[in-house]
């Protein structure tokens, strides 16, 4: 008998074939840029976040809009601090709040507009005369959704 009919053969593994790994890649590339929210607010205030204690997270943030309050981003420092309202990307006014919710409203698609929230986030000195201005605003506007943001207070 021939040893050489019936010799042992090596088996390899067989190579891994990476031509559809390029588009895989993009596939999912291009599924987290759309599904990912980017900030396009640039920050005009400072404002430190009071602490708080019974802190919920936001269900559905494409349906949330921001108004920050708080003192400019400048260096100076004034006594007594002035506190300034920015909607997008531009400092406003109280008069102008009404015409934001307006905007953000229309801009929502049909299934975020019922839920609809409105976020202060606000520095923790802002006057409670100033938040109660910003929140008769918001009532007049049919804005009823208020959220207030907070940090969360360290545990002793």
Same mark, same amino acid.
């Given at each position: 008998?021939?040893?050489?009919?019936?010799?042992?053969?090596?088996?390899?593994?067989?190579?891994?074939?990476?031509?559809?790994?390029?588009?895989?890649?993009?596939t999912v590339l291009f599924f987290f840029m759309i599904v990912?929210?980017?900030?396009?607010?640039?920050?005009?205030v400072r404002?430190?976040? !009071?602490?708080? %204690?019974?802190?919920? #997270?936001?269900?559905?943030?494409?349906?949330?809009?921001?108004?920050?309050?708080?003192?400019?981003?400048d260096d100076r420092q004034e006594d007594p601090p002035r506190f300034f309202i920015q909607l997008n990307n531009r400092l406003a006014t109280i008069d102008d709040i009404r015409q934001f919710v307006e905007n953000e409203r229309s801009r929502?698609?049909?299934?975020?507009? !019922?839920?609809? %929230?409105?976020?202060? #986030?606000?520095?923790?000195?802002?006057?409670?005369g100033l938040i109660s201005d910003v929140k008769r605003e918001l009532q007049q506007a049919f804005a009823l959704r208020v959220n207030y943001s907070a940090d969360e207070k360290a545990q002793k």
């Open positions: 008998m021939k040893r050489g009919l019936f010799g042992r053969h090596e088996r390899q593994v067989p190579g891994l074939n990476t031509a559809s790994l390029p588009d895989l890649i993009f990912t929210h980017m900030r396009t607010d640039e920050l005009h404002y430190h976040l !009071p602490q708080g %204690t019974e802190l919920e #997270k936001i269900a559905h943030k494409s349906s949330v809009c921001y108004i920050y309050i708080g003192r400019v981003a929502m698609g049909d299934e975020d507009r !019922p839920r609809m %929230t409105v976020s202060i #986030k606000a520095d923790r000195d802002v006057p409670m």
